[in-house]
């Protein structure tokens, strides 16, 4: 039987410790003396940290070191490749994560927030039991803010929950290089994995898509540009395509069968298979109905990150749908939103600018509003494209594939939407963001002095040619 060893009275208690909860866990012990509670069922840092966005990128950052040192005899170095140590990347990987964790537990120690480590859920509105292994806490707040994140998503396809059909999590933990990977799912995460993949030992990659387009929520412009740079590096693309069904081979194989457009039917088999169709929100086991919080497949909030409940909030990914994006750091940014209001501000989350920034190689970024939603909203628009092989540093670098896209409202030249695939894309969707997010107008960032050569010229030279006066093109 558990036994309730401790009454917990707290100002506030934050369910989740991933990037909103952990981040609206500092905050408050900002703004609040009165005490601050975190209950985490699995590591600091959630999702992002521990199983997605770093580790991740730790593969990345190797993928893009393994494809420069094949490439060096193009820059008159001579070098040898010998291979991948994989379980060094792992290793790497690991060490990577812990330290950051660790940063994060004396980041909350430092803050004197209490965490709890343990699976909690809803008494009643202001009250949670949180079960440890072998225990059980009875938090009483006068807020509480609903932080637990996502799950990956799944359809209901015949053998999807088979051995080797692993999800992002699983590739992860994966001791060696497979020789062939099949992904389902043409998103951010299945397009990070295929060209991780790809680049290491060159395995054979075959993507599937159900949409007609790779990263289908991104302008149609990047999308075509990333399939012809996935085709070029020998990635198989199958786009408007359904997966019927996931089976074994009698040699230890998986195959998965799809059906295209057309209705052609393909059977094509793999080493491993990824599943990367999304993610959903994390609510389940929280009892939220038995604190009558309002949700359906995520929790219901309003510009204040508040539910319907008075005092008590959600933030990140367990918050339904558009325009809250499952993106950490706007969990975070919505995590801060949440207690500042919980504590007595007055603050309403801005989605107008939220930059997305995708991995692959080339890399994918863009803020603010795609072509079509540009002609939606505003009606006549103004659209300058500015490849990277009209930039001096990306042909130093010899990556000059890919281009910037830059999107104006046509009556008052505010700069609505900004889009890049190339080199160093994740770093410099930040002065779009910027623009986007100070609503500048195209002078704005004209009159702004570039250095020279750097990869940041081509969205200058891209809002140039939206104002029908180019330089370099």
């Known amino acids: 039987m558990e ?42 840092g959630g999702t992002c940290l521990n ?14 070191r393994c494809k420069a040192l094949r490439e060096m005899a193009r820059f008159g170095l001579k070098s040898e490749y010998i291979g991948v140590d994989f379980p060094r990347i792992q290793k790497r990987k690991t060490m990577i ?25 809803f008494i009643d509105p202001y009250t949670l039991s949180v079960t440890t292994s072998n225990r059980t806490y009875r938090v009483s707040a006068k807020k509480v803010i609903i932080a637990t994140g996502s799950q990956p998503f799944f359809v209901p396809i015949p053998g999807i929950d088979g051995v080797k059909v692993l999800t992002s999590k699983k590739l992860l933990e994966l001791s060696h290089i497979p020789k062939s990977l099949i992904v389902i799912g043409g998103g951010a995460i299945g ?44 990635i198989k693309v199958h786009t408007s395509s359904r997966v019927t069904r996931i089976s074994d081979t009698p040699v230890g194989k998986k195959r998965v069968i799809f059906i295209d457009a057309e209705n052609k039917e393909y059977n094509i ?37 508040e539910t319907n409940i008075p005092g008590v909030y959600a933030a990140g990914d367990v918050v339904q749908g558009v325009p809250s994006p499952m993106l950490a750091y706007t969990a975070s940014h919505e995590g801060e939103v949440a207690v500042e209001n919980a504590l007595g501000h007055d603050t309403e989350m801005n989605y107008h600018a939220i930059p997305t920034t995708i991995f692959t190689n080339p890399e994918v970024a863009s803020v603010g509003l795609s072509e079509e939603k540009a002609k939606e909203k505003y009606g006549e628009i103004l659209v300058g494209k500015f490849p990277f092989q009209g930039n001096g540093r990306a042909i130093i670098a010899g990556q000059n594939r890919g281009f910037v896209k830059v999107i104006l409202d046509a009556k008052t030249t505010e ?21 986007v997010g100070n609503r500048m107008k195209a002078e704005d960032l004209i009159k ?20 029908d006066r180019p330089i370099h093109t």
């Open 3 to 44: 036994e309730i060893v401790e009454i917990v009275h707290a100002e506030i208690a934050i369910l989740g410790g991933g990037p909103a909860g952990y981040v609206a866990a500092i905050r408050a012990a900002q703004l609040s003396d009165n005490g601050v509670v975190l209950i985490e069922k699995g590591q600091i």
């Open 51 to 64: 199983r997605g966005c770093i580790p991740t990128k730790v593969l990345v950052e190797s993928a893009k």
């Open 97 to 121: 994560v812990r330290r950051l964790v660790k940063g994060i537990d004396f980041l909350l120690k430092n803050a004197n927030v209490r965490v709890l480590n343990g699976e909690g859920k």
């Open 191 to 234: 397009g990070e994995f295929a060209c991780v993949f790809r680049c290491f030992e060159e395995t054979d990659v075959t993507v599937v898509e159900m949409l007609p387009r790779l990263i289908p929520m991104e302008d149609p412009d990047l999308s075509k540009e990333l399939e012809a740079s996935f085709k070029r590096s020998g």
């Open 269 to 305: 088999e793999a080493d491993y298979v990824l599943v990367s169709i999304g993610r959903a929100p994390a609510i389940k086991g929280l009892n939220l109905d038995k604190a009558g919080i309002e949700h359906d497949r995520g929790i219901i909030v309003n510009k204040k990150m």
């Open 415 to 435: 700069i609505i939407g900004v889009h890049i695939i190339g080199p160093s894309a994740t770093e410099l969707i930040a002065e779009g963001a910027l623009a």
């Open 448 to 467: 702004v002095e570039h250095s020279h050569p750097v990869f940041y010229e081509t969205i200058k030279e891209a809002v140039l040619c939206a104002l």
